[in-house]
C-alpha cells in the first residue's frame, strides 16, 4: 500500500487524492484473456514458542560515525536521527520529521541526501538534509502562505494548494544517480503543479500547470518520465480536509521535452498505482464503484498499449516486488472477484495467481530491508511465496522484521503489555525485551543485530546469538519509520 496524505492542522472538509491539469487522449487497452485462479496454498508450518526476556544492558558510547555508509535512519515526531548499522552514535539531524512521507522516497539514490517538505515562518519549503551530516539547506519555498491565513480561510483556492502540498507524499528522486528531485509546489500560484530540481544546475523547471492540484510523483524506472495525480476541492465539503474529493486523472511527463501524456481514465488515484515493473510499465488498478478497485493493468507511461494482467475485482491491498517484480495482492469474495478471499501470489512474468494463504490480507506491503512483503496479520512471504514467518501470536503480533540472514523479529502485544521475541533459522521464538515497540530494523551489515526503538524513545541493539539488549541512545519519543543508507 501506498501512504500519501500528511497530517496538518486540520478544518472542514471531504476525503478525496489530487494531479494536473491536461487533457491528452487517452490509450488503448490490449485485453488479454482473463486467467483462472490456482487454489493449491502454501501452508504456513512456522510454530513459536516464547520464553523469559532478558534485562537490557547499557554498552558504551562509540566515538563517531563511520566514515563511510551504510547507516541507520530513523525518523518521527522528534525529527531525524542518524547511526552506524549497529546503533552506535545515534546523531540528531533535525528537529522536525516528514511527517506521514515515506522515509525511503526521501533519501537519494546515493543515499548522500534526502529531502522533504518543510514547514517555515513564510509557508512549506522544500528542504534538503546532506547526509550524513544533516546540513540543511532550503531549495525552494513551495508556497507564500502562512499556516493562520489556511485555517483562517479552509476553503480558498490558497488553501487547497497548500493542502495539495502539505498532505501528500511529494517528494520523488530520479533512479540511479539521483540528478533530479520531482516535487510539487505553487510557485508561481494559484495551483499546485509538478517541478523538477536539477541537483547539478541547481535549476528548477515547472513541469505542468493548471486547474488540478498535483501530487504524489513518482519516476520510470530509466528516469525518463514522471508519473503524477491529480485532483481538486470541490463543493459540497464536509468532514476533516484530508485529501481531494475531485480525482481528475493521472498523467506521465516526458523529461528531455516536457511533454504532458494523459494515462488511462480509470487510473485516478494514488492508490491505484501498484508499482513500477523494470520494463518501464506501471502496474496499476481501476477504480470500481461496485469494488473498490479492478483489473490490474501493466500501462505504458508513453502514451501506447495497456496489458491486462488480471481482470476482475480483487482488493485494495497489493504490493509489487522491486527485487523481481512479484505481485502479491489480496482477494474478497464477491460475485465480481474471480479468485474468492485469499492472499495471492503472482510471479513475475506469470499467468496463474498462487493462493499463499486462504485468508484475505488486510494491509500488504513490500519490506526493503527485509526483502519480503508484509501480508497483514498473516505473515511474511518471500517473492516466491515463500512463507519466511507466520506471527508468533495469532491477530496479536506487529512490527515484523526479517534478517537476510534468516533472524526473525515481532513485537508481540498481550494485556496491552508488549515484547520482542526474536528466532534464528530452524529456532523457535523466544522473548528478548520487555517494551512498547515503535519500529524494528536489522543492521546493513552483518544481518545479526536487531535494533528496537521503543515507543518512550529508547534504541536498543539485540546481537545474535544471544541477543541480549542494549541501550544505544535516546531518540527523543515515538520515531514513525527506520531506513537503511546506503
Known amino acids: 500500500m501506498l501512504a500519501f496524505a500528511r497530517s496538518v492542522p486540520v478544518i472542514i472538509l471531504a476525503l478525496g487524492v489530487a494531479v494536473t491539469a491536461c487533457t491528452p487522449s487517452t490509450p488503448t487497452v490490449e485485453a488479454t484473456p ?9 501452508q504456513p508450518t512456522e510454530v513459536s514458542a516464547i520464553t523469559q526476556a532478558t534485562t537490557p544492558t547499557a ?14 535512519l530513523f525518523e518521527g515526531e522528534a525529527g ?20 506521514s512521507a515515506d522515509l525511503h522516497r526521501a533519501i537519494s539514490p546515493q543515499g548522500d541526501r534526502m529531502a522533504f517538505v518543510s514547514e517555515s515562518q513564510h509557508g512549506p519549503v522544500l528542504l534538503q538534509l546532506a547526509l550524513p551530516g544533516g546540513a540543511p539547506s532550503v531549495l525552494a519555498t513551495l508556497q507564500t502562505v502562512l499556516p493562520e491565513d489556511v485555517v483562517a480561510n479552509p476553503l480558498s483556492a490558497q488553501a487547497f494548494a497548500y493542502y495539495a502540498i502539505t498532505q501528500y507524499d511529494n517528494v520523488a528522486w530520479q533512479p540511479d544517480e539521483g540528478r533530479y528531485l520531482a516535487f510539487v509546489g505553487a510557485l508561481e500560484g494559484p495551483t499546485a503543479d509538478l517541478y523538477v530540481y536539477d541537483s547539478q544546475s541547481n535549476a528548477i523547471t515547472q513541469l505542468t500547470d493548471g486547474g488540478s492540484q498535483a501530487v504524489y510523483p513518482t519516476w520510470s524506472p530509466d528516469g525518463a518520465y514522471v508519473l503524477h495525480f491529480g485532483g481538486r476541492w470541490t463543493p459540497p465539503f464536509g468532514g476533516a480536509i484530508v485529501g481531494y474529493n475531485q480525482a481528475d486523472g493521472a498523467w506521465a511527463v516526458r523529461l528531455e521535452d516536457g511533454e504532458v501524456i494523459a494515462q ?25 464503484e461496485e469494488c473498490g478497485v479492478r483489473d490490474l493493468q501493466a500501462v505504458d507511461p508513453t502514451g501506447g498499449s495497456t496489458s491486462l494482467v488480471f481482470e476482475g475485482c480483487t482488493s485494495s491491498y497489493a504490493a509489487l516486488s522491486p527485487e523481481d517484480g512479484a505481485l502479491l495482492f489480496s482477494s474478497s469474495d464477491c460475485e465480481a472477484c474471480p479468485l474468492g478471499a485469499g492472499t495471492f501470489l503472482l510471479p513475475s512474468g ?7 494463504f486462504e485468508d484475505r490480507a488486510w494491509g500488504i506491503d513490500w519490506l526493503p530491508e527485509s ?35 534468516g533472524y526473525r523479529a515481532w513485537e508481540v502485544i498481550e494485556n496491552q503489555q508488549g515484547r520482542v521475541v526474536v528466532a534464528g533459522p530452524g529456532q523457535e521464538f523466544r522473548t528478548v525485551l520487555e517494551a512498547a515497540v515503535a519500529a524494528m530494523i536489522w543492521d546493513p551489515e ?31 519519543s515515538r520515531i514513525a519509520q527506520a531506513a537503511w543508507i546506503p
Not at 483462472?36 to 496454498?41: D, F, K, T
Not at 554498552?59 to 541507520?72: E, F, I, M, Q, R
Not at 519480503?372 to 506487529?398: E, M, N, Q, R
Not at 528496537?452 to 544505544?472: H, M, N
Open 34 to 42: 482473463a486467467v483462472a485462479a490456482s487454489v493449491s496454498p502454501v
Open 59 to 72: 554498552s558504551p558510547t562509540p566515538a563517531s560515525l563511520n566514515a563511510k555508509g551504510p547507516y541507520v
Open 80 to 99: 531525524l536521527w542518524i547511526a552506524n548499522p549497529d546503533g552506535s552514535f545515534l546523531t540528531r539531524l533535525s528537529e522536525s520529521g516528514i511527517g
Open 264 to 288: 488511462p481514465a480509470g487510473i485516478r488515484r494514488p492508490w491505484n498505482l501498484v508499482g513500477w515493473q523494470a520494463d518501464g510499465r506501471y502496474l496499476a488498478s481501476i477504480e470500481d
Open 350 to 356: 506469470g499467468a496463474i495467481p498462487q493462493r499463499v
Open 371 to 405: 526483502g519480503v512483503f508484509h501480508a497483514y496479520p498473516l505473515g511474511l512471504i518471500s517473492s516466491d511465496g515463500t512463507v519466511v514467518s507466520v506471527p508468533p501470536v495469532p491477530d496479536a503480533s506487529y512490527h515484523p522484521a526479517a534478517s537476510k540472514q
Open 446 to 476: 552483518s544481518g545479526g543485530t536487531l535494533l528496537i526503538a521503543a515507543q518512550d524513545g529508547t534504541l536498543y541493539a539485540a546481537s545474535a546469538p544471544d541477543f541480549v539488549p542494549r541501550e544505544v541512545g535516546d531518540l527523543g
